[in-house]
């Protein structure tokens, strides 16, 4: 009998831990409010942004320095505090986690090779793809870092991390999760200025990260933030090259 109920015993507590395996995923993503709140600031603050430039244009750099950054922390601020509310860690929130972080840069590499690819060819047939480039020098270390760090990582946060997440929680299915985030996100480049081409290569590209962020073996956004900013550093490069 001691050795049936042991057993027993044994049995029960592995069907609680593969029980909390089953919830834990769950448990760590966004809410559908948190979801649709959270894309409703992104979309504002990125129809908003734009009109600010022109206004401190004649300003001091330190003002126009804070509204050039102004967007990306607002996005990191709204990003925080939604985790926070929903009971998430941030690196739950992100999607960022420093494990295995030389596959994790490989495949940041790797995603470079295909995104670079997808964008520059449409330059082969006369397509503007490059953007403005900065021929200053100090200007352009600042747009570098601005590049690499708040618009390659940030933006990964967000739409790869939160965002993906949250329409992965939402919808329970991979792929539409990746559809939906990738469509939203190629969106979100238009009040900004892309074009309907751009738009459609934009969402292409985020298709290829959130795939990678939800099928290659421990990718998070270390690996599609790497990924990000080296391919729009990578352009800011060659249009400052051109100019």
């Not at 834990?24 to 894309?39: D, F, G, M, T």
């Not at 994790?104 to 047939?125: C, D, N, R, V, Y």
Request: proline letters at 4%; hydrophobic letters at 55%.
């Amino acid at each position: 009998m001691p050795r049936r109920r042991a057993t027993e015993h044994n049995a029960t507590l592995d069907e609680v831990a593969q029980l909390s395996e089953t919830q834990a995923p769950e448990q760590a993503r966004p809410s559908l409010r948190s979801l649709v709140v959270v894309v409703l600031i992104l979309f504002a603050v990125v129809t908003v942004w734009p009109f600010a430039g022109p206004l401190v244009k004649d300003m001091g750099w330190p003002v126009r320095l804070a509204v050039s950054l102004s967007p990306y922390l607002v996005i990191v601020a709204v990003l925080v505090v939604a985790a926070r509310l929903g009971h998430l860690s941030v690196g739950k929130a992100f999607g960022w986690s420093t494990e295995h972080l030389g596959r994790q840069l490989l495949t940041g590499l790797a995603l470079l090779a295909i995104t670079l690819s997808l964008t520059l060819l449409p330059a082969l047939f006369g397509v503007g793809v490059l953007g403005d480039g900065e021929t200053r020098p100090l200007a352009f270390l600042y747009v570098a870092f601005r590049t690499f760090v708040m618009v390659g990582f940030v933006e990964e946060f967000a739409w790869r991390g939160f965002v993906l997440n949250g329409a992965r929680a939402a919808l329970r299915s991979k792929t539409w999760s990746i559809v939906v985030s990738s469509v939203l996100f190629g969106l979100w480049h238009y009040p900004g200025g892309q074009d309907v081409l751009q738009v459609l290569v934009t969402a292409l590209i985020g298709a290829l990260y959130a795939t990678a962020r939800l099928t290659v073996r421990g990718c998070t956004t270390l690996a599609t933030g790497t990924a990000h900013g080296l391919h729009d550093l990578a352009l800011l490069t060659l249009a400052s090259l051109s100019i």
